[in-house]
């Protein structure tokens, strides 16, 4: 990994700009749950033109790394945008959301059978939720001997279904859903060290019911909430499941990965 050369290109709508167009600074908060995926984007200068046009709901997709490897941070929707003047500046704050429209509008009213099983169910409801799936293994295939009225906002009923009955896990990320045991990761085999970019510990200082370690890195967008990760380092080792953390860029500022794990 190129660590001198930063790159990040952030596409709104149909204009693209890479860095050396726009200077722009973003935040990316990430955890692993069904909480939907954020992103704050603060761009400079926008033309005018190119300010009007940002509205709610239009697609945005954030890349960053270094020359010769970028990736994809956040996919998802501007959920709002406002603009403010510093001096002879304008700064357009971006907020944005993943799955935006269909976590939000997609509604469902059906009766499933009695005897049905909840990953039938579970399937029939990702096709009407309508995002891509990744990777869908309940760790409980719960049965409903009565059937299962299914009700209201897609993303309520799922998440019920998936998370308390089912005890699985539910995540957006990027625009595809996963869905699998949540004592298991959803990647593994990455390997975190001194050469890989692990910069230092980072202290908390809140207690908590399970024990969390928090690592800072260079900024790695092949880090995400609920992979396993691998760390070598002096005060901690083995494999580590990513609870979450964040991913903040700028220019000439900070470009690094805060991740939050577990053991496993």
Known sequence: MKFWKRQATLQIGSKRFGMDDLYFKFTVPFEDSEKLGTATIEAYNLSPAT?????????????????????????????????????????????????????????????????????????????????????????????????????????????????????????????????????????????????SGLLQAVKDGKEKQEVTYKRECLLNYHLAPADVVKIKSDTLNGNHLIKGGQHTGCPDGDWKTTIEVKPV
Not at 61 to 79: H, M, P
Not at 137 to 142: G, I, M, R, T, W
Not at 165 to 190: A, E
Request: net charge positive.
């Open 51 to 195: 300010r009007n046009s940002i509205k709610k709901g239009m697609p945005i997709i954030l890349n960053a790394g270094y020359e010769g490897d970028i990736g994809a941070i956040f996919t998802g929707k501007v959920s709002q945008v406002s603009d403010k003047h510093s001096g002879t500046e304008v700064i357009t704050t971006i907020a944005a959301a993943e799955a935006l429209e269909e976590w939000l509008s997609k509604e469902v009213n059906k009766t499933y059978t009695a005897g049905s099983k909840a990953s039938a169910i579970v399937k029939d409801l990702l096709n009407i939720f309508g995002l891509e799936v990744g990777t869908m293994e309940l760790a409980v295939d719960k049965e409903y001997p009565r059937g299962k009225v299914c009700k209201g906002k897609v993303k309520n009923v799922l998440t019920e279904i998936v998370t308390s009955d089912c005890k699985s896990r539910f995540l957006i990320r990027n625009g595809i859903v996963t869905i699998n045991d949540p004592k298991t990761g959803t990647k593994t085999g990455y390997v975190l060290s001194a050469e």
